[in-house]
């Protein structure tokens, strides 16, 4: 901080004029600011960011956030980082290289039905009657987060992308794979059991059971 603004800051009483002078020093420093944006492209996840959020968040125009982002890109592209940030449009997330499946899919071990937990199960089985499907929506009907289940059961080659949704940001579609398929001994999935049907009045019931 200069003199003027060390003064304001033991003058002012509010709290929040006090937040806006440490954000003023924080952002104001270049070495920073790109952590500032690796945190924040690590807070929304698969989901990603757009420019334009991002450089309302850190204060920045575009021009000067579309280079912190460029920055974030060459340090990540290094061998010495496991991860890359990858960007769609104007959408930018954190994406592991593809170097890393293999070793994943070691740490996971063999797909095996009875080694699945609950939570796998339940996702796989969204997948298998809902694909293709993206991430987001899974969670509307589990009601939980899906992202890490989603990278295990991947890892696992369960299942698969199957390109992207035209709904904003293009999030993955996820379906399941050959693998899936044998290790449920299904040659097809209209193989899968129907799915039991609700009326309202019966939804309404379960509700106070």
Request: proline share 5%; charged share 25%.
């Given at each position: 901080m200069d003199g003027k603004e060390k003064k304001a800051?033991?003058?002012?009483?509010?709290?929040?004029?006090?937040?806006?002078?440490?954000?003023?020093?924080?952002?104001?420093?270049?070495?920073?600011?790109?952590?500032?944006?690796?945190?924040?492209?690590?807070?929304?996840?698969e989901d990603g960011a757009r420019v334009e959020q991002i450089a309302m968040a850190i204060d920045k125009s575009l021009e000067d956030t579309n280079i912190i982002l460029e920055n974030i890109?060459?340090?990540?592209?290094?061998?010495?980082?496991?991860?890359?940030?990858?960007?769609?449009?104007?959408?930018?997330?954190f994406v592991t290289k593809k170097d890393i499946y293999p070793y994943a899919q070691i740490l996971f071990?063999?797909?095996?039905?009875?080694?699945?937990?609950?939570?796998?199960?339940e996702t796989l089985a969204i997948i298998a009657y809902k694909q293709p499907i993206t991430r987001v929506e899974i969670e509307e009907l589990r009601g939980v987060s899906a992202d890490i289940m989603l990278?295990?059961?991947q890892a696992r080659n369960l299942i698969r992308e199957a390109g992207r949704?035209?709904?904003?940001?293009?999030?993955?579609l996820y379906e399941v794979t050959e693998e899936f398929m044998d290790s449920f001994?299904?040659?097809t999935l209209n193989e899968l059991p129907d799915l039991p049907e609700y009326s309202k009045d019966e939804e309404s019931d379960n509700l106070f059971e």
């Open positions: 800051w033991r003058e002012t009483p509010s709290l929040v004029k006090k937040v806006e002078v440490l954000r003023k020093e924080t952002v104001a420093q270049p070495g920073n600011i790109e952590a500032v944006v690796e945190g924040l492209l690590y807070i929304v996840g890109q060459r340090k990540y592209a290094s061998e010495l980082y496991g991860i890359e940030l990858v960007g769609y449009g104007s959408v930018y997330k071990g063999e797909a095996k039905t009875s080694t699945l937990s609950q939570a796998a199960l990278r295990k059961l949704s035209n709904a904003p940001g293009r999030p993955i001994k299904l040659y």
